[in-house]
């Protein structure tokens, strides 16, 4: 099973700043990464998938990048609707299909 | 737009079992797989079962094979999981997803809103 470290695990950011949270892989998904944001008491919601491909009606602030084991989703400019927790997920190997532990993204 | 929603969650008795509905609307529901990922109060999230669009393949996360049961009624737009020999750690929001893909578990583009299971005595 493909395990997904995702780090920090609590990242403290002032509105306006560029957030970066990291995912790791333990052995190589290629490109096959997608990124979830979720707000409390809501469900997950698509980003990104293909690793840097934004899903439908996700702002260009969002960005992602990396292949093989070593993954970045980075928020341009934070909004107030930004703080969430963020989380990734492997698709290359299925199943299981793996989810990193999350990262909450907190005002500072 | 795609709506899925989830319903039949509630308090069960370790050992119980318990049937979870889907009910999906605005989309061709027989094109895509579809998946159940739960969420224990204050955890991430953990995939627990998938299948296809047709039903005809199916998968399982090791921690439930043998006991959940994972099925689709194409006819009624409704995907199903039934849970036997429910544990505590079975609790969880659990959340109904679609897939971007017909045939395999691939990622989520649309999530319900979830169903809480809570096994306690």
């Known amino acids: 099973e493909i395990v997904m470290t995702q780090s920090p695990a609590t990242l403290s950011v002032s509105p306006g700043e560029r957030a970066t949270l990291s995912c790791r892989a333990s052995?190589?998904?290629?490109?096959?990464l997608a990124w979830y944001q979720q707000k409390p008491g809501q469900a997950p919601r698509l980003l990104i998938y293909d690793a840097s491909t934004r899903a439908t009606g996700i702002p260009a602030r969002f960005s992602g990048s990396g292949s093989g084991t070593e993954f970045t989703l980075t928020i341009s400019s934070l909004q107030s609707e930004d703080f969430a927790v963020y989380y990734c997920?492997?698709?290359?190997?299925?199943?299981?299909?793996?989810f990193g532990q999350g990262t909450k993204v907190e005002i500072k | 737009e795609v709506q899925v929603v989830e319903s039949g969650g509630g308090l069960v008795q370790p050992g119980g079992s318990l049937r979870l509905s889907c009910a999906a609307s605005?989309?061709?529901?027989?094109?895509?797989?579809m998946s159940w990922v739960r969420q224990a109060p204050g955890k991430g999230l953990e995939w627990v079962s998938g299948i296809s669009g047709s039903g005809g393949s199916i998968y399982y996360a090791d921690s439930v094979k043998g006991r959940f049961t994972i099925s689709r009624d194409n006819s009624k737009n409704t995907l199903y999981l039934q849970m036997n020999s429910l544990r505590a750690e079975d609790t969880a929001v659990y959340y109904c997803?679609?897939?971007?893909?017909?045939?395999?578990?691939?990622?989520?583009?649309?999530w319900g809103q979830g169903t809480l299971v809570t096994v306690s005595s």
């Open positions: 052995q190589s998904v290629s490109s096959n």
């Open positions: 997803a679609k897939d971007i893909s017909g045939s395999y578990v691939v990622y989520f583009d649309y």
């Open positions: 997920q492997q698709y290359n190997n299925w199943p299981p299909g793996t």
């Open positions: 605005r989309f061709t529901f027989s094109s895509y797989a």
